[in-house]
């Protein structure tokens, strides 16, 4: 085995956005371009010699040929240890809490989360540093730096290492521990939750759909909800991951997990349904006939998290992305927490859970998580919901409904509008960021604007401001809509319209949200000339 140098050029475009590098699977497959963009890794960490990574991903295309270069890069460069889930397949929070359990020197994780895979799809490959959690911006512009500068990487010759039997072995002096990719996880969360009241309540005829998506989530959700748990055999539904996930979307809404809502909406739906994406960090949770929004599933996990053991002692503060629906603040505000504001990334709630101002924290965009791991966790959520429901004995609908009655609600929806031409969506933006200094005070389609304004976050704990972070109308009473584009899409722009409103009538509370935001909807529109810049009438998605 002998390691080659290989010279190269730098690529365009070897930017990672919201979260890692995503592009298009066969522009990952091109000539040099995984490996540039590993090399830039090694760089922006001060180099990979004498280090331990772990290394794993979703199972969709590709993963196990990128597993065989990120290996031999990592042997070549004189890495020490590499500890692998088997069949280089980790989910994402598992990757994160792998890191932590093994004091790594970080991981490599290769999804594209919720985005399709095949080759005509999606690929991506994200760092995590040794906190478990995404690589900050600070270590992500050096790796933009040095993919931009790249001349040569080194690569050792060799064949492929078996990654299907557990156990150690090596590649060049290079050690490869090949982990069950479950087990670690599996014990992790028997430690924060009430098992035996989940037992309890499957024992008792609580019945439960997870919809695996045919992603990596999958033997998770089997090992815990049905072999550990006792959720009845066939519970968890399309769990054999595949790398193009079935020809399916694997991304946890209403639209893409329509199979899901479908049964959960019909006669004879389970007690509770619940789905995950592509990498097993997301959720979507819902009862029988009661679909819950990211957004209000946070702020109910924020309320009634006390009921898990590992959070018995109460919540240290919150956070939520800046998008995020404003429920979990009416939360915080009645319960005595801090509740932070973040830019849209999981990456940014990083040094708030290291730093222990939060405890729990979550996005509109199907993520929750707490201080577990540094990344958001779909199984976990599922589980608090769980042992939040086996400790109050209510249904899904119930819990809504209490929550709702104690703390009003915020109607809340996201509009996405996918694949628009990136010239028209930042014109849009630019023309609207122009007109924010004149709004306050303004009438819009019989709203009053209360601020107006483009959002820039600076980190309490390290003093790091990161600007740009989407533009934001509020208006008196409550209301808000935010503007965004997309930092995940690989196929020109994605527009993202935040709608929200918020009642405390309860005679309104059971209202459809679309209808609930039609104002809102219009005023979007009317401020930003959104059917104008995209030519879309209607969005293509609505969370
Ligand atoms: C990623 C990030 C999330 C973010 C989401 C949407 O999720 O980890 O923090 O909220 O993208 O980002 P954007 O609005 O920029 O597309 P995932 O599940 O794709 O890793």
Redesign the pocket.
């Known amino acids: 085995m002998s390691v080659i140098t290989v010279k190269t050029a730098p690529i365009d475009g070897q930017k990672p ?4 590098l ?1 592009k298009k699977t066969r522009v990952f497959m091109g000539p040099h371009y995984l490996e540039n963009f590993v090399a830039a890794i090694w760089s922006a960490i001060g180099g990979v010699r004498g280090k331990t990574l772990v290394l794993g991903g979703d199972g969709r295309y590709f993963n196990d040929r990128a597993a065989q270069v990120i290996l031999r890069m990592a042997a070549a460069s004189g890495a020490k240890k590499m500890i692998v889930g088997q069949g280089a397949l980790l989910s ?1 929070p598992a990757a994160s809490h792998l890191i932590r359990l093994n004091k790594t020197d970080g991981g490599i994780i290769m ?5 399709p895979g095949g080759p005509d799809e999606d690929f991506g490959v ?1 760092f995590n540093t040794p906190n478990g959690g ?1 690589a900050p911006e600070n270590v992500t512009d050096k790796m933009v730096a040095a993919a931009a500068s790249i001349t040569e990487y080194q690569i050792m010759e060799a064949q492929d290492v078996d990654l299907s039997t557990l156990g150690t072995t090596t590649l060049g002096d290079m050690e490869i521990e090949i982990v069950d990719p479950v087990a670690d996880y599996a014990n992790l969360m028997k430690e924060l939750f009430d098992f035996n009241a989940l037992r309890d309540l499957f024992a008792g005829g609580f019945t439960l759909r997870f919809d695996a998506m045919h992603a990596i989530t999958g033997p998770y959700a089997k090992t815990i909800l049905e072999d550990t748990l006792g959720a009845a055999p066939g519970s968890v539904v399309n769990a054999t991951p595949s790398p193009d996930f079935g020809g399916g979307h694997p991304d946890p809404n209403p639209i893409w997990a329509k199979e899901l809502m479908d049964v959960m909406m019909g006669d004879d739906a389970p007690d509770f349904g619940a789905a995950s ?3 097993g ?2 959720n979507m949770i819902v009862g029988r006939n009661c679909y819950v929004g990211p957004s209000d599933s946070l702020a109910v996990l924020a309320a009634n998290a006390h009921l898990a053991p590992a959070y018995s002692d109460g919540l240290k503060g919150v956070a939520r ?1 800046m ?1 995020t629906s404003r429920a979990l603040d009416r939360v915080a505000a009645k319960r005595g927490l801090d509740c932070y504001e973040t830019p ?5 709630f990083g040094n708030l859970l290291d730093d222990g101002r939060i405890t729990l924290c979550g ?5 929750t998580g707490s201080d577990h791991v540094r ?2 966790d779909g199984l976990w959520a599922v589980l608090l919901w769980l042992n939040i429901l086996a400790k109050t004995g209510k249904s899904v609908q119930q819990m809504m409904t209490d929550h709702w009655a104690e703390f009003g609600r915020n109607f809340y929806s996201r509009h996405d509008y996918e694949s628009v031409d990136a010239e028209e969506a930042n014109a849009m933006i630019e023309g609207l960021r122009a007109k924010l200094p004149g709004l306050p005070g303004t009438d819009v389609l019989g709203a009053t604007v209360e601020s107006a304004d483009e959002f820039s976050y600076d980190d309490p704990v390290d003093g790091s401001r990161a600007t740009a972070q989407g533009l934001r109308v509020t208006f008196t009473g409550g209301g808000r809509i935010v503007y ?6 690989t196929v020109g722009a ?1 527009l ?1 319209v935040y709608l929200e409103d918020v009642s405390d009538d309860p005679a309104t509370f059971t209202k459809d949200t679309q209808e609930a935001l039609k104002d809102m909807i219009a005023r979007a529109d009317h401020l930003a000339g959104i059917a104008k810049f995209t030519g879309r009438q209607a969005p293509d998605v609505r969370t």
């Open positions: 956005g919201t979260s890692g995503r994402t999804s594209a989360s919720h985005n994200k995404p994406d592509g990498d960090d997301r992305s998008p849209t990334g999981w990456k940014f996005e509109e965009s199907a993520g990344e958001k965004r584009l997309s930092g995940t899409g994605t993202r």
